[in-house]
């Protein structure tokens, strides 16, 4: 198979890259690749909103650059924060015009007010944004013919000069493998775009879903393509202690925005003694503070208090919680609400520049998988999906152009290698795999999570290694499955942030070692 341009992965980045590219061009050939079904990614379960400067009367671009720069701890990069901030209200409104909707009140925006924010500035569709976006794109992505949708692939292995033996040192596509028959397919493309999200699934708890095990910053490592700030990994706050369906279920922080407050088993407000700001301090400081106490009061979580918060506020703004703690027997709001940290994003990934390219020519990445200097060493909450609005839309300005310059005949791209081939008939246990992973997230959790320390990241480099070999024999020994592709991903991603977390030698953002306390 063969496309202009491939875009692997089905959320907010690489379906608003194909809408945009479809606009540009309806000549080009595109080629989306979604892991599940094309509902399912990260995107989906973004609850709160989309951080936007709408309200100039009470906020300004300046504000929110501050705010941006503050939650980032002094490493962010200020050119791209305020481009992105900048550019914000367009991409709005452009993504209003593809048909998603967003809460009004009295015929403008209703905006609320998260955590490290100074001013109301979210926009959000009650609080289920991610899924309303996901749906309005879909829409809007039939009506295009020049792009092709391919559901069930998993990402194995970038197309390189390692495979083509030429010495150009660009990206000429991807193999990937069918969940369901498990054959691997090669899809060779003049421009290959990552929008794989971030890794969530290497650590016990998760607001991910299960299938976001890095694919592309795995396929991205083997490649050698340059990647930084990994060990900056978010945790949100307020998860939910219970799963729902298997999942960790987000409590959005827009509910702390809206007067909820964080209690200890003893029923006392304890964030008032961690930062001025409270529950509504930036995330890192909040979920410090709660795993914290939870070490503190021997307990397995703590208690969000909604008691402030109305029925109403609760049936208008938040249903889609309100609903599944009804389920759980959590009756809002005179019910507190069990929460616990839980991984949430990844500010780091692959470095990119401005348009969202990386480092190997005609790889792009955009959203959680990149690095685009926008996070710093902690995301200011929803300042993801403008993210990924801003960047989906400068790379496929750039990649209109960049198609228009001089690169291998499509000859060239239809001649490289299939997947080498496998010679196994065996398949490896599924319970193996199982086991192999649970063990790696079992050691991130414990070692690489929230608390670090420089032995424990020591201890865990040489349990990692074990993992790796063991995962690395089973590759080599047995037909490449879903299943060891993801843990394959998961092994090599883990290592590189225990890597670079031990060249880390001052807390700062997310990233917390004790020893540097």
Not at 205 to 217: K, R
Request: aromatic share 8%; charged share 25%; net charge neutral.
């Amino acid at each position: 198979m063969f496309a202009d341009v491939l875009i692997i992965g089905t959320g907010i980045s690489g379906l608003s890259f194909a809408i945009k590219l479809a606009q540009c061009n309806p000549e080009i050939s595109i080629v989306l690749i979604s892991k599940d079904q094309v509902s399912e990614g990260n995107t989906k379960y973004a609850q709160g909103g989309i951080a936007v400067v709408s309200d100039f009367e009470k906020d300004s671009f300046e504000k929110h650059i501050q705010d941006t720069l503050t939650a980032g701890a002094g490493a962010c990069n200020p050119e791209v924060v305020k481009f992105v901030v900048e550019e914000g209200k367009d991409r709005l409104k452009e993504l209003i015009t593809w048909g998603t909707q967003f809460d009004t009140q009295k015929e403008n925006l209703h905006l609320v007010k998260e955590g490290g924010h100074s001013e109301k500035r979210v926009v959000h569709y009650k609080d289920h944004t991610g899924l309303h976006i996901q749906e309005a794109l879909m829409n809007k992505i039939k009506s295009f013919k020049n792009i092709q949708i391919l559901e069930n692939h998993t990402l194995v292995d970038l197309i390189t000069d390692h495979h083509s033996k030429e010495k150009h040192n660009r990206c000429y596509g991807a193999y990937v493998i069918s969940k369901k028959e498990e054959s691997i397919l090669k899809i060779s493309a003049k421009i290959t775009a990552l929008c794989t999200g971030g890794a969530g699934s290497l650590y016990a708890h998760s607001t991910n879903p299960s299938i976001a095990t890095g694919d592309g910053l795995g396929a991205a490592y083997r490649a050698k393509v340059h990647m930084d700030k990994l060990p900056y990994v978010q945790f949100h706050p307020t998860a939910l202690y219970h799963k729902v369906n298997g999942n960790t279920f987000l409590i959005t922080e827009a509910v702390r925005g809206a007067g909820a407050k964080l209690k200890n088993s003893s029923g006392a407000r304890f964030m008032n003694e961690y930062d001025s700001r409270k529950e509504l301090a930036p995330r890192d400081i909040v979920a410090r503070a709660i795993q914290k106490e939870i070490q503190k009061q021997q307990e397995k979580y703590v208690a969000l208090d909604c008691s402030e918060i109305s029925v109403e506020t609760w049936k208008k703004h938040f249903p889609n919680i309100y609903d599944t703690c009804s389920t759980l027997d959590i009756h809002l709001p005179q019910d507190p609400i069990p929460v616990v940290p839980a991984a949430h994003y990844f500010c780091g990934g692959i470095q990119v520049n401005s348009n969202s390219e990386s480092k190997l020519k005609g790889l792009y990445a955009i959203g959680e998988c990149s690095s685009t200097g926008l996070h710093g060493a902690n995301r200011l909450a929803s300042n993801s999906l403008l993210e990924a609005l801003v960047f989906s839309h400068r790379a496929a300005l750039d990649v209109i152009n960049a198609l228009q310059e001089k690169l291998p005949e499509t000859s060239f791209y239809e001649a490289l290698p299939e997947w080498k081939g496998d010679t196994y008939s065996n398949s490896v246990e599924i319970k193996e795999i199982r086991q192999l992973r649970l063990r790696l997230q079992e050691v991130m959790t414990n070692q690489v999570g929230i608390f670090k320390t420089t032995n424990g990241l020591k201890e865990v480099d040489f349990e990692m290694y074990e993992i790796y070999k063991k995962v690395q024999k089973i590759y080599n020994q047995h037909k490449l499955t879903n299943g060891l592709c993801e843990l394959r991903n998961m092994v090599s991603i883990a290592h590189l942030i225990i890597q670079q977390a031990q060249s880390i030698t001052e807390n700062k953002g997310v990233f917390y070692n004790q020893d540097y306390a």
